[in-house]
């Protein structure tokens, strides 16, 4: 959803990167993005926005946040009158074959509630047993 739909009467600025008549000037445009939003041009993660609603981050530790060198992670969510459905699919990593047993955590950033940077819900480890045919039960 575009901000357009979840908020109709909203009054949208616009940065002036984003300036139709910049489009057809990639130099020009580069330029202005780099003087008005400056964390973004230079691809610092947390200011560039997502191509898509999963990311696959790499961390050893607080502070050291990072994609991966590869995103091989989809999913969506879609809400309902009891809440959310997630659904998020990826290869299975090496090492976990199907039928075995082990572990999974996800952490959650809700914006609604003020979460952004480490601020997010995490759960504890969640046993996972992979079915024969590589879906997770």
Sequence with gaps: DDIKTLYPNAQIDHYPFMAPALEANPVAKAQMEAL???ARS???????????AVQDLLAEGPGSLSPAPVSTSDGRGKR???GWV????????TGVL???KTQVAFAVWNGSAEDVGARKMRTAWIPLV????????
């Design 86 to 93: 997630v659904i998020i699919s990826r290869p299975l990593p």
């Design 98 to 100: 199907p039928g075995s």
């Design 130 to 137: 992979v079915g024969a045919t590589g879906a997770a039960k």
């Design 42 to 52: 230079l691809g610092n993660i947390a200011a560039v926005v997502p191509k898509k």
């Design 36 to 38: 008005y939003a400056p």
């Design 80 to 82: 309902d009158p009891q």
